[in-house]
């Protein structure tokens, strides 16, 4: 075997492998020797057939994968002796290439595009200023937290008159083009439907003007074009929805409109558990302290993305762009065009060398993961998890407990190593730029986001 690397330029390379029978032969018959142990075909014991006629039954299969798994070997152990640092994967060489013919050639040769990563030179200075904001908390954004607290916790209730921001409790029938019930068609007991979400203007003041135990009949595929929230309210699957009838028959069993918890002990209890808050005073000083965590969260999650953009604007080496693209074609193939890359280009682009930036800061800086970091951050995810569904004050070994699975999970451990990667070279660079430390109100952080 011979491998040869032919550079085309700093960021391309052509690979060429050259295959001789030796090569590959010893496998072939190991493998074939395998089949014929096997094989199980009329005239013959077990284990007694002709290797003539095993070779000539499989010889050609197994030829190709052979010798396409000695080359795919070769090339990943070629790579890794030579330390080249590739991006994408070795794509089939776009010139002209002799076509092989595996009935009759003993001798292979293969040739790949290389895309090569540029050497890269970045460089974080006190002379690289960032800005890291502390968000004011004040009256009107904790304001804003006890209403969401309110909504989250709130229920509907049972009203008298028909409002667009009502919920209506209805048994619901399909109908045949006669107006008759269709015979084993969609019938729910017990749908949801919200007025809010009627999109046909004619169909709405209809519902508007109806009242408790009125039936209507409907054309709900007009009433709700989204096929996601009709399938939803028909408890059917999505893919149903389009052979629909046109009408139901809407027999409103109650109205409802969505109420806001009332800001009382019961509300300080479902918040932040039993007993612990006793006064809206001491509910509104809980939900500050929350606030300002949450805004160091917010806070630091800018600094990351200011960092990033300055750091990318240090980015002046050049990508392989081209054979970029090509690469992206063949590993998105059928899903994605040409055109359609050539669109999202500048994206992929951004983050590859965000990457690269990465990658270059943790080997040069030494930027280990331990255990510890891992754990951690583990710990960090399921305390938002929970957070997410209202438990703020959840016991320790609770978290460790849920932290474990984490880490159990090979797909989420290393997705959590990704972050906590990304969250030391942030670190890093908040260590060794200039830090302008500015107070800014929550209405003007969030325009930062808008730009």
Not at 163 to 178: F, V
Not at 199 to 208: E, F, T
Not at 257 to 268: H, P
Not at 381 to 407: C, T, W
């Amino acid at each position: 075997m011979n491998i040869n690397k032919e550079n085309i330029d700093e960021l391309n390379a052509v690979l060429s492998i050259s295959l001789e029978k030796e090569d590959y032969e010893g496998k072939v018959k190991t493998v074939l020797e395998d089949y014929r142990k096997k094989a199980r075909i009329d005239g013959f014991r077990p284990g007694k057939v002709p290797m003539g006629l095993i070779s000539k039954m499989y010889r050609k299969p197994v030829l190709v994968e052979e010798v396409n798994k000695f080359v795919s070997e070769s090339i990943a152990r070629y790579l890794m002796e030579e330390k080249l640092n590739i991006l994408g994967e070795p794509l089939p060489h776009k010139g002209e290439r002799k076509p092989i013919d595996w009935d009759h050639d003993s001798e292979f040769e293969f040739k790949f595009d290389l895309g090569i990563a540029p050497e890269i030179d970045i460089n974080v200075t006190p002379k690289d200023k960032i800005p890291l904001y502390t968000i004011k908390v004040d009256d009107k954004l904790i304001d804003k937290y006890i209403e969401g607290y309110a909504q989250r916790f709130g229920e509907p209730e049972s009203v008298d008159k028909m409002t667009d921001k009502s919920l209506i409790k209805a048994e619901i029938r399909e109908l045949d083009p006669d107006g008759e019930p269709v015979e084993n068609g969609i019938h729910v007991d017990d749908a949801t439907l919200s007025v809010e979400l009627i999109k046909d203007d004619r169909i709405k003041k209809s519902v508007l003007s109806s009242k408790k135990n009125d039936v209507l009949t409907i054309d709900l595929k007009k009433a709700y074009p989204n096929d996601t929230e009709l399938s939803a309210i028909l408890k059917i699957d999505k893919s149903k929805v389009p052979d629909l009838s046109q009408n139901f028959r809407i027999t409103i069993q109650d109205i409802s409109l969505f109420k806001n918890a009332e800001i009382n002990q019961d509300l300080f209890n479902k918040v932040f558990g039993q007993g612990i808050v006793k006064s809206e005073k001491e509910f509104r000083e809980k939900i500050t302290e929350e606030a300002k965590k949450n805004l160091v969260r917010d806070s630091e999650y800018r600094f990351s993305v200011d960092a990033k953009e300055i750091l990318l604007k240090k980015f002046r080496s050049p990508l392989p762009n081209d054979f970029l693209k090509r690469w992206l074609l063949m590993i998105n193939e059928g899903k994605f065009s040409m055109e359609q890359i050539e669109k999202e280009y500048d994206h992929f682009e951004n983050d590859l060398k965000w990457q690269l930036i990465k990658d270059k800061l943790v080997d040069e800086h030494k930027l280990e993961v331990a255990d510890e970091d891992m754990k951690q951050a583990a710990k960090d995810v399921a305390r938002m998890q929970f957070a997410q569904y209202g438990m703020s004050n959840v016991p320790d070994e609770h978290l460790e407990e849920f932290s474990k699975r984490i880490l159990a999970s090979e797909e989420d451990r290393n997705k959590l190593k990704t972050r906590v990667v990304e969250d030391k070279v942030i670190q890093f660079v908040k260590n060794t730029a200039k830090v302008e430390n500015k107070e800014i109100s929550s209405e003007k952080f969030n325009k930062l986001f808008e730009k």
